[in-house]
């Protein structure tokens, strides 16, 4: 699939279907916060969620304080994930653009993505992605990483897909990546269909810092003022005890 194949395709299907009804839509993307909370992140941090789609994700960060960049190849997607964020105070960075391709300004502490790597089916596009990555990833910074299971769906917006368990993402990711927690689940599209899915939370280890086990990593501490909640954790190297989430 060329890039503008990939725009066309999915700006397609954000025009023509009803956004609350797509088989990846959720209300509340609950397990991508829990396990960005546990990445040990400070206000301000810098989070870059690829291929937002039309989710709520944004928005649940910015409430944490943390500064959020939303990517997206579809300027639908982007326009749709926008309205759900109410009000729009600017807190967002809102991109249309495809990963592959956008220069980004910053490096970021995390980066998040449900439901996007694992359409890149072709090697060289795997490869380009996981050099984007390290490329946008501070050192000790963290990936959610979130694909269909193995026995998951083979295909998604009649696009076909990779599928993978933790151990498998955590090898594609490559060296100096290190697993801090994964979780395997079911969960029901709003159609009521079953999607086996991996999730992992994985840290690029910084060479200058030692690793800890997974127990103390998750110094995120979370104050709550004004319903919003900030993170005021400490930094902590990348914990070395993968943990499975149940
Ligand atoms: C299955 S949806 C998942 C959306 C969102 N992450 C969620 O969990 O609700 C995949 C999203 O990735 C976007 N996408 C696909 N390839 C992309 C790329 N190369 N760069 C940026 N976005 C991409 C699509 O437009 C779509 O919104």
């Known amino acids: 699939m060329t890039a503008r194949e990939r725009v066309e395709h999915w700006d397609a299907v ?11 839509f959720q209300a509340v993307p609950e397990l991508s916060v829990n396990m960005i909370d546990r990445a040990g992140l400070r206000t301000g941090d810098a989070v870059l ?38 009000p729009d105070d600017g807190a967002i960075e809102w991109v249309v653009a495809a990963f592959l391709e956008w220069p980004p300004a ?20 795997r490869s380009a992605y996981l050099e984007r990555l390290r490329a946008v990833l501070d050192p000790g910074g963290h990936v959610v990483l979130m694909t269909f ?14 599928r993978y368990s933790a ?17 395997r689940e079911m969960r029901r599209t709003p159609a009521g269909r079953g999607q086996r899915f991996t999730s992992i939370l994985a840290c ?27 993170y005021h954790g400490s930094r902590g190297p990348c914990a070395h005890t ?3 989430l149940d």
């Open 149 to 162: 299971a193995p026995d998951g769906p083979r295909s998604c917006s009649d696009l076909a897909v990779e």
């Open 49 to 86: 969620d690829v291929g937002a789609g039309n989710s709520s994700l944004a928005g649940l960060l910015a409430g944490r304080r943390l500064r959020v960049t939303a990517l997206d190849v579809s300027t639908r997607a982007i326009e749709l994930a926008r309205h759900r964020v109410a």
């Open 242 to 244: 993968p943990r499975r």
């Open 167 to 183: 151990e498998q993402l955590i090898e594609t990711l490559g060296p100096g990546f290190r697993l801090e927690y994964h979780r």
């Open 204 to 230: 690029l280890a910084d060479p200058d810092r030692a690793p800890v086990s997974a127990e103390n990593n998750g110094s995120a501490a979370v104050s709550t003022r004004r319903g919003a909640r900030a």
């Open 14 to 24: 954000y025009r023509n279907g009803n956004p609350e009804r797509f088989s990846w």
């Open 106 to 125: 910053r490096r970021f502490r995390l980066v998040h993505d449900r439901a996007v790597f694992h359409f890149l089916v072709d090697p060289h596009d």
